[in-house]
């Protein structure tokens, strides 16, 4: 070894040691075989790699789905039977839920197939055969064209290779990059359309501890629901009809009640959406310190103003409570990604490895040692836009008073000629009214008031508009009566919306120039949209362009290390082990909950700790059946594996291959994870398969879907 690779191997050694529970990585199922199958078996998987991802044979990938547009499911029965989370069910148990049969509150098993529930718009989606089609995909494109060439030639060759694709009438296909447009893989796919609920505990189980236990541990959610895949009589895809029968898929889980212990190896197998594990340093104190903050104190303004006047009226809670769970969801991620960042030194650990990069280049084009300083340099540029980018986003979308100018923005532009004219008109004629009911207006008036001050002090002065800046000082720096002022518009009144919307085209426009409230959100728009967006697109491009580059040279500096790229809502394998986490001084989360501890949290009749009377008696009579353990019913269980949202639903695998869980959340001081991923402190969350049976059979009178699932219990 000459001196130089001595050092490299030194540097590598440095920077990729640590702990390493073989946990990182959201794996190509198709190259676990070259990649991960031997780390995998000394984690203690007794399948093969081939078991998981076959086109030769049945895998487990036959009988994992993209389930509807971002989650996972699984198949566990020879008819078709699919679990998945009850947080991805959710819209879809409430759309059936009615005052006089309310599915969400009561929980619901159809006795028979006939009583399971028809969805029109949901559907599942099997994997049947990855490619690489990076060759094919990057033909004749050099990094020398500019960006704009480059893109078509890309995006022309993808769609002749979709063209010249060898698949059944009944398969569709689908394209993604990989590694920052590096690579190209090609999926061909089978999309069922006909999935109907088969069942669902109550709310008060699937989503047992709400809002205070998202994303958190001890956690004890029974998050599932159950569904089936129908198909036409030779099996194939069709749209929901009477005809159809349940889907004989080519591979189901079988289900284990042995359960798991510490340092069991586990596989998650889904479908993650999005994460960004490449950006250099500067990039991840951005987000943690700049970014996060701004997006997380908004947020905190908004949902503490609902959540007061939510808790203070059954009918305000209702108005907002889906509101409030969505922006309160990626609001208490993003605090626990800052926090994990910096407590995990995150950044300091990324400049390190970007030191090692560096050494790895000497006598290497100057081109790639400019990338980091030139990446550094777009990130020092793009700070002030992303900032003023992410406020806006937060302020219009957390405002109804600026949801209802981007309304009426719509209809001023919109042509009475247009054939949908009067259909368009109507519709955003009602988004308007729902905007300004007089249930909400002065809670939005307050949210109003406190985003302003925020934004005011927040966003650098450059982007504030001259008319923000005025208004503010017109009421004596105060922004209560700003809003006092604004929301005197006679467009915050129903009267004011129905003369408007009787106006001609024409006199819209005078009217809405005219008017207080809007001009003041339209200034902000202005600003937004003139010096903010394209120079915020411009960093944007270049720091992807750069970041491709930055990836490749990445892989090229360490081809000891096996790379795996971000998500992109593709199959992927994460495998990792069951295990604690030292969560702070003194405190060590054990990796697996019991119903003893729903119980201990159990509040009668509050919002997000009741429970059904049917638990509660099961409890107290110890009727755990084949599902207990050592006297107690095991309910969640945590594990390093890889995981992020749209792995919700994933089958959680025990090292034979069975379904030992569904993965559902991963733990709020790991959540950086997105970014960053340190086997400290992340963990993925998921509902013991054992709990699940005992909530169908014990609890909601089930056990008959049971029947057609293979249970073993063979260690026991
Ligand atoms: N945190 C999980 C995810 O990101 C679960 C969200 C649904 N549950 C809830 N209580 N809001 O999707
Ligand atoms: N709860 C997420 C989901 O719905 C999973 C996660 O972010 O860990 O996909």
């Not at 719509?410 to 259909?423: I, P, T, V």
Request: proline content about 4%; some cysteine.
């Amino acid at each position: 070894m000459n001196i130089k690779k001595i050092i490299v191997t030194a540097l590598f050694a440095l920077v990729f040691t640590g702990v390493s529970w073989g946990a990182e990585g959201m794996w190509i199922p198709l190259f676990l075989k070259k990649l991960n199958e031997t780390e995998m078996k000394s984690l203690g998987m007794k399948i093969s790699a081939e078991d998981i991802y076959s086109v030769n044979k049945s895998s487990l990938k036959d009988a994992v789905v993209l389930f509807g547009g971002g989650c996972t499911g699984e198949v566990v029965s020879p008819n078709g039977l699919l679990f998945t989370n009850h947080h991805c069910g959710y819209s879809v148990i409430a759309a059936h839920s009615t005052i006089e049969d309310n599915i969400l509150q009561n929980g619901f098993w159809a006795k028979n197939r006939s009583e399971e529930k028809i969805n029109p718009s949901l559907s599942v989606t099997f994997i049947k055969r990855i490619e690489d089609v990076t060759k094919d995909a990057l033909k004749g494109v050099t990094d020398k064209m500019p960006i704009n060439e480059r893109n078509k030639k890309i995006k022309e060759n993808l769609a002749s290779i979709k063209k010249n694709a060898k698949v059944e009438a009944w398969q569709n296909v689908e394209i993604k990059p990989f590694f920052k447009d590096n690579q190209y893989f090609m999926f061909v796919r089978e999309t069922y359309s006909d999935v109907r609920l088969v069942g669902c505990p109550p709310v008060s189980v699937g989503k047992y501890g709400s809002e205070t236990d998202n994303w958190v541990w001890p956690r004890h959610t029974g998050d599932f629901s159950v569904f089936r895949i129908y198909a036409d009589k030779n099996n194939r895809p069709a749209a929901p009809s009477a005809d159809n029968v349940p889907y004989r898929p080519d591979h189901f889980f079988p289900i284990s009640l042995n359960g798991v212990k510490e340092n069991d190896f586990t596989l998650v197998f889904g479908f993650p959406g999005t994460t960004n594990e490449y950006l250099p340093a500067i990039a991840l104190e951005q987000t943690a310190n700049h970014r996060n903050p701004v997006k997380v104190g908004m947020r905190d303004i908004a949902l503490k103003i609902w959540g007061e006047n939510m808790n203070a009226n059954d009918t305000i809670k209702l108005l907002y409570s889906n509101r409030y769970v969505s922006a309160a969801n990626a609001w208490k991620k993003w605090q626990g990604e800052s926090l994990g960042l910096n407590k995990t030194n995150a950044v300091n650990k990324k400049k390190e490895y970007e030191k090692a990069f560096t050494a790895t280049l000497t006598g290497k084009k100057e081109a790639l040692k400019e990338l980091l300083p030139k990446l550094y340099t777009q990130y020092k540029t793009l700070l002030p836009y992303g900032i003023a980018y992410d406020a806006m986003a937060e302020f219009s979308s957390l405002c109804d008073a600026y949801k209802l100018t981007n309304v009426l923005n719509n209809y001023e532009r919109m042509d009475e000629k247009d054939s949908l004219y009067a259909s368009v008109k109507e519709f955003l004629k009602k988004s308007a009214l729902k905007l300004i009911s007089a249930k909400t207006v002065n809670i939005d008036k307050k949210v109003f008031a406190s985003l302003s001050d925020f934004y005011y002090k927040n966003i650098p002065s450059e982007f504030l508009p001259q008319q923000v800046k005025q208004n503010y000082q017109n009421n004596g720096n105060n922004w209560n009566a700003v809003a006092q002022t604004l929301y005197s518009s006679p467009l915050m009144t129903e009267k004011g919306i129905e003369d408007l919307f009787s106006k001609s085209q024409k006199d819209v426009v005078k009217a809405l120039n005219d008017d207080i409230m809007v001009s003041f959100f339209n200034s902000i728009n202005k600003t937004f949209y003139q010096e903010v967006l394209p120079n915020y697109k411009v960093c944007n491009d270049s720091i992807n362009f750069l970041m491709k580059k930055y990836m490749k040279a990445q892989m090229e500096a360490f081809p000891q290390k096996a790379f795996f790229p971000d998500a992109n809502l593709t199959l992927r394998a994460s495998y990792g082990q069951v295990k604690g986490m030292q969560a702070r001084d003194g405190i060590y989360y054990i990796p697996q909950t019991y119903l003893d501890g729903v119980i201990e949290k159990y509040i009668p009749g509050d919002k997000e700790y009741d429970l059904p009377a049917k638990v509660l008696e099961l409890y107290k009579a110890k009727d755990y059946g084949r599902y207990g353990e050592n006297g107690k019913l095991p309910v969640c269980f945590i594990a390093t594996n890889h995981t992020t949202g749209g792995n919700s639903g994933s089958p959680a695998i025990n090292a034979n291959g069975e379904l030992i869980g569904l993965n559902f959340d991963r733990l709020w001081e790991g959540t950086m994870s997105d970014l960053n991923y340190d086997p400290s402190i992340c963990r993925n969350i998921m509902v013991d398969i054992r709990y699940v049976l005992w909530l169908m059979d014990k609890v909601g009178g089930a056990g008959y879907l049971l029947d057609e699932m293979k249970i073993s219990e063979s260690k026991k």
